[in-house]
């Protein structure tokens, strides 16, 4: 994702499915001087106490609870990155398209697309210029 964003402007970072907030954190480290708001579903879960501690000397990040179908379409902004953890499959590519459709994002990232599913062979039919972390010319492109 970071190298995908790599001299883009955009102006605030939306992740969908925050867990233990290990992603988040990333995040948070790498865009020191970008807005990242994390939205978890459940507010009840034990991954709860774990993110906040994690993530508490963060003040660039902004923890919200709530359905992200729903959430992130409602406080979705011109100029903005989403990444979805959360839901996966086909859930997660409905939102991906609904909030390319906004025009509002600049980029939007899936996680956990594997290969040989039903919903890799979609993206793969519907939209071939998509780049998967399993690819091996990114590893090449991006290494150190």
């Known amino acids: 994702m970071a190298a995908c964003l790599e001299g883009i402007n955009f102006d605030r970072i939306l992740e969908s499915g925050r867990a233990r907030g290990q992603s988040t954190l990333l995040l948070a480290k790498f865009f020191p001087n970008v807005e990242i708001v994390s939205i978890e579903y459940d507010k009840n879960s034990p991954d709860v106490l774990v993110a906040n501690e994690r993530l ?4 660039n990040v902004k923890l919200l609870f709530g359905d992200s179908m729903s959430v992130i379409p409602r406080i979705l902004e011109a100029n903005e990155v989403v990444i979805i953890d959360g839901p996966k499959t086909f859930l997660a590519v409905r939102l991906a398209l609904k909030l390319l459709a906004s025009k509002k994002v600049t980029h939007v990232f899936i996680h956990d697309v594997s290969q040989n599913t039903p919903c890799r062979d979609f993206l793969n039919i519907f939209f ?9 010319g990114l590893a090449e492109i991006t290494h150190i």
């Open 56 to 59: 508490k000397n963060y003040k």
């Open 128 to 136: 071939p210029e998509a780049i998967y972390s399993d690819y091996r």
